[in-house]
């Protein structure tokens, strides 16, 4: 018999269900956080809970918010559950499970009720999880996109706006003219520098108002920059009958993760911050080397197994980790041309982060799928793989593993795999992508690289191992390029002879 999850209930769950070591009726609210999801829930919400439990921080419990439709679906769920989710980890060598406490309301989802509740003073932290495409960003410039429709609709009506930071800009002025402090501005989004992605944007959206109020917000509101890092999965069907099969417990809104967590974060909190360095959160005065360990190892590793995992028919991430190709290929990939992109941080080890992340991409209880890895390359390959071949391109070193996940991409491109089944990529720029991939692959050498590539799209030294990797690729077939890149062949390695279709 299952157990309804809510707090009269709590005492009644299973014993393999750890429960909240804490009084939840001593917490008070300090953090604000928009975007109730999965990873918010997986990630800052399990620290703060790991806190209290110490008996630390009680007056920094998190309140949700959100804007969106989903996040209405996400509060109907919890309320019922008064707020509590189950989350399970899933090791591979047996799964856990603990019901974390440490969200103690959800406000309506509306905006004007959310501007009220920033404005009350025991809100000293907002804490977004948006999406990485939730900053307004400008494709072009990279800056932030002052025409977009829904900016230039909370512009002209600013003290009823309907974006996040439509929302925040409101708020910080009414607590300015309240005499309140302002709140810190902490981005949990996975995106390199997310605080100055959201500074960008509050105050570019100030600026469009008032250059007082943008001069202002740069003066005295604070927004530092974080890393973060946990595999968390979509929460379905199949997720909801794990944890009531599993542990007996019935949990409309639960989340299943991996058992590894990362949060370094910038010690730049003027009104306060709870003490999570108790719990394992790294403060550091620059996240940025985190960042970039994150990007090339962890992103750039993802990317190298993507390509040749679905191309060889691999849905999950653990079963191309299985396939001793793929894997081999990523360990020489890594070690030979990704780790030394890297610059050194002191007591940080980059052998033995790689060696965590081949571990944590090897946890077939994640689930973790290859499409996934696939989705939005034309995005994802110039933050993850093309600034690694740059850095290695002008230090006169040689990038032909790198150029070889290049042409792994492009191969993925045309559509289908090695058995000849079909493959949706799923890219906003896929039609660009095919055609490209199909001029590669009919051996044309006039083949012009598209633009997201930039100045190496003109490289002739990365132009000459793509090429030689894409026609490896179209004479060879997957698995022997991949074995000839990780033990070559004296054709191979000496490139004497051109290969022919």
């Not at 070193?397 to 990529?425: D, H, K, M, Q």
């Not at 055609?435 to 598209?450: H, L, R, Y």
Request: proline letters at 7%; a negative charge; one cysteine or more.
């Amino acid at each position: 018999m299952t157990t309804k999850l809510n707090m009269t209930a709590l005492s009644l769950l299973p014993d393999a269900i750890a429960k909240p070591a804490f009084d939840r009726s001593s917490l008070s609210a300090g953090i604000l956080h928009i975007g109730v999801g999965n990873f918010h829930r997986a990630h800052q919400a399990v620290y703060l809970n790991k806190l209290f439990a110490q008996g630390e921080g009680h007056d920094w419990a998190i309140v949700g918010a959100g804007l969106m439709p989903y996040d209405r679906a996400m509060r109907e769920r919890l309320q019922k559950q008064d707020w509590l989710t189950t989350i399970v980890e899933l090791d591979p060598d047996g799964l856990s499970a603990h019901v974390c406490a440490s969200m103690i309301d959800f406000i309506d989802v509306d905006p004007a009720v959310l501007i009220g509740r920033l404005c009350q003073p025991d809100i000293r932290i907002v804490s977004l999880t948006i999406t990485e495409g939730g900053y307004f960003v400008d494709p072009n410039s990279g800056g932030f996109d002052v025409s977009h429709p829904e900016i230039l609709a909370d512009l002209e009506n600013p003290e009823a706006p309907s974006t996040v930071f439509g929302v925040l800009v409101a708020a910080l002025m009414q607590r300015k003219a309240a005499g309140v402090d302002p709140f810190t501005v902490m981005s949990c989004d996975n995106l390199p520098e997310n605080g100055h992605m959201a500074k960008q944007t509050v105050v570019g959206y100030a600026r469009a108002m008032s250059a007082d109020v943008a001069d202002w917000i740069e003066q005295n509101v604070a927004f530092p920059n974080g890393m973060v890092d946990c595999i968390t999965p979509a929460t379905g069907e199949r997720e909801r009958a794990l944890i009531r099969e599993t542990f007996d417990i019935e949990d409309a809104a639960p989340v299943v993760c991996e058992p590894f967590r990362q949060w370094v974060l910038e010690d730049k909190f003027p009104t306060g911050r709870p003490a999570l360095e108790k719990v394992g959160v790294e403060f550091v005065s620059d996240v940025a080397p985190y960042e970039l360990m994150k990007l090339r190892i962890l992103n750039g590793g993802h990317a190298a197994i993507a390509y040749p995992g679905a191309l060889l028919g691999h849905h999950f991430v653990h079963d191309a980790m299985a396939d001793p190709q793929i894997r081999a290929y990523l360990t020489k990939l890594e070690t030979d041309e990704i780790l030394p992109t890297v610059p050194e941080i002191p007591g940080v080890s980059f052998h033995r982060y790689l060696d965590t992340v081949m571990e944590r991409f090897s946890n077939s209880a994640v689930g973790d799928t290859i499409p996934r890895l696939c989705l939005d390359g034309s995005n994802r390959q110039p933050k993850f793989i093309l600034p690694s071949i740059q850095d290695r391109l002008q230090q006169g070193l040689p990038v032909r593993g790198l150029a070889l996940e290049t042409a792994l991409w492009c191969r993925y491109c045309l559509g289908y795999n090695e058995a000849g089944n079909s493959i949706t990529v799923e890219d906003e720029h896929a039609d660009v992508l095919q055609a490209w991939a199909q001029d590669v692959f009919s051996g044309a050498t006039s083949a012009k690289m598209p633009d997201l590539f930039g100045p190496l799209g003109e490289d002739p030294v990365f132009l000459a191992e793509f090429n030689a990797a894409a026609d490896r690729l179209r004479t060879l077939g997957v698995a022997r390029t991949l074995s000839d890149y990780v033990a070559p062949s004296d054709e191979t390695a000496t490139g004497s002879q051109p290969l022919s279709a």
